[in-house]
């Protein structure tokens, strides 16, 4: 049985924190003196409202969450939250639909950076500062903000965890999933303060430097402006943004263990770590010879692109400082590979994880060995430790399913009438939360609004899948889910 109170009880605290939130915007609006102070207010009034029915509906709750009702929170949480943050766009008419401003929202929460919005640059501050809001909280995940906030809300904390965190192998700082959880979000507001204030130096103004900290550290993308960080023109900026936005794609408790215990050669035995350092070095490499070869560009700059577009691919930012479409088209395919292979595990980055890209290689490389000495057991080891054979299969079977719903989604562009570069672009952004499709029409600084609302809601499916990481929100979907027993 669905433990449904509980389940209420945990949606209206979430709200709260939704409604507090949004709270946030109106010091932003006041400052400002801005006239989109009732749009906060309403949209504040209304989510507690919401918040009160649900604590209300949830009063007797016996405050246990099983397996069942953790991934049901999960999802419901992420649509909750995407569904009330839709308010500012709707109540203050600077999006004139549901389906548009859901959108907007969504790809805010899963750090997609898709946006829907031209003319960026007259829009409010408050509506701005809410955009890069919604994707910082979104970045380590709405539940886990809400169980180092409040670790005692509900007694299935670490099952609700383990449905909202990404990658195959979660490793835990502290036996307490709330400590875990406050150490992790330390090294995340430091990082982002660090951030910010590397963008001060560098010349951007406050505004810009906490929106773009905000969203660099996220990993997530969305700006204060139409021309994306083109708009600055400063070589510092792009380089403390590739800076953050790449310590962003690291693990962070491997990132906490690291700084804390000043033993920053454990990165470097990581093998995720290992992956995703030389994926960059490589990729950026190829892409700056190049545009040195093809377009005869200066070397520092070439390199300083080229560095900033595939950290900003790689970790699903989606920021950029160039125009992307005009590029030899095989960059385009390895842009695209590094969307699918996404940042660490434990990160704010999307993509399949490079974790999972290290288990995928050794598990061919055993495969190998196993056509050699078919009576040989193989273990599968990660850093010293060992990978049990039911991690083998779910790779498998997530790898599976990551290619089965791209294929249907693919289908479903085609028949849409969308061209096959565009069709693949589209869903390997959405489902990788990067943001920019590699086609002219949604490339990094354009907008998504040219979308038809069922291609729509298909992206938003795909950004939930992927930010959720396909099984948590699927498994919700299957009749085994919804038996009694």
């Not at 195959?168 to 959880?181: G, M, V």
């Not at 770590?273 to 070397?299: E, G, N, P, Q, R």
């Not at 354009?446 to 809601?457: D, E, G, N, R, V």
């Not at 979907?477 to 038996?483: E, N, R, S, Y």
Request: hydrophobic share 50%.
């Amino acid at each position: 049985m669905i433990n449904w109170k509980t389940i209420y009880k945990v949606l209206g605290t979430l709200l709260y924190i939704e409604a507090v939130l949004m709270a946030c915007c109106l010091g932003v609006t006041f400052y400002y003196h801005e006239d989109d102070t009732f749009t906060f207010l309403a949209s504040v009034f209304i989510t507690i409202l919401a918040a009160l029915g649900l604590k209300y509906m949830g009063r007797e709750s016996n405050n246990n969450l099983t397996r069942r009702d953790a991934y049901l929170v999960v999802t419901l949480s992420w649509t909750a939250f995407s569904l009330f943050g839709a308010l500012p766009f709707l109540v203050g008419g600077y999006i004139n639909n549901f389906t548009d401003a859901y959108f907007e929202a969504m790809s805010g929460f899963s750090t997609t950076g898709a946006t829907i919005l031209s003319g960026l640059d007259s829009m409010p501050h408050g509506l701005l500062f809410w955009r890069s809001l919604t994707q910082w909280i979104g970045g380590l995940g709405i539940v886990f903000f809400t169980i180092a906030l409040l670790p005692s809300m509900v007694g299935g904390s670490v099952r609700v965890f383990a449905a909202e965190a990404t990658g195959p192998i979660r490793s835990k700082l502290h036996p307490r999933l709330s400590t875990n959880a406050k150490w992790i979000w330390s090294v995340y507001v430091l990082l982002t303060l660090a951030c910010i204030g590397s963008f001060i130096l560098c010349g951007a103004d406050w505004f810009d430097a906490i929106n773009y900290g905000m969203t660099s550290t996220a990993t997530g993308g969305f700006s204060t402006h139409d021309d994306s960080s083109v708009f600055f023109s400063n070589a510092g900026i792009e380089y403390t943004c590739t800076l953050f936005c790449f310590l962003a794609g690291i693990n962070f408790t491997l990132f906490y263990a690291s700084i804390a215990k000043l033993k920053f050669k454990n990165l470097f035995k990581s093998s995720e770590f290992k992956l995703y350092l030389s994926a960059t070095v490589v990729c950026t490499a190829v892409i700056a010879a190049t545009l040195i070869l093809t377009s005869h560009t200066d070397i520092e700059e070439a390199i300083r692109t080229s560095l900033f577009q595939v950290v900003t691919f790689i970790t699903s930012t989606g920021l950029a400082s160039d125009d992307i479409s005009e590029w030899p088209r095989f960059i385009w395919v390895m842009l695209a590979l590094l969307m699918v292979l996404g940042g660490s595990s434990g990160s704010t980055s999307g993509g399949i994880k490079c974790i999972r890209g290290v288990m995928l290689w050794k598990n061919i490389r055993n495969e190998f060995r196993q056509i050699l000495h078919p009576n040989a057991v193989l273990p599968m080891r990660i850093d010293g430790m060992n990978v049990p054979q039911q991690k083998r299969v779910t790779l498998l079977s997530f790898l599976t399913a990551y290619v089965f719903i791209c294929l249907l989604a693919f289908l479903i562009l085609i028949a849409a009438g969308y061209d096959n570069t565009k069709s693949i672009t589209i869903i390997l952004s959405c489902i990788g939360n990067v943001g920019p499709s590699l086609s002219i029409d949604v490339g990094p600084s354009m907008s998504w609004a040219m979308l038809p609302a069922a291609i729509k809601w298909m992206c938003m499916a795909l950004m939930l899948i992927g930010r959720l990481e396909i099984f948590s929100v699927l498994v919700i979907f299957t009749p085994a889910f919804w038996k009694e027993s």
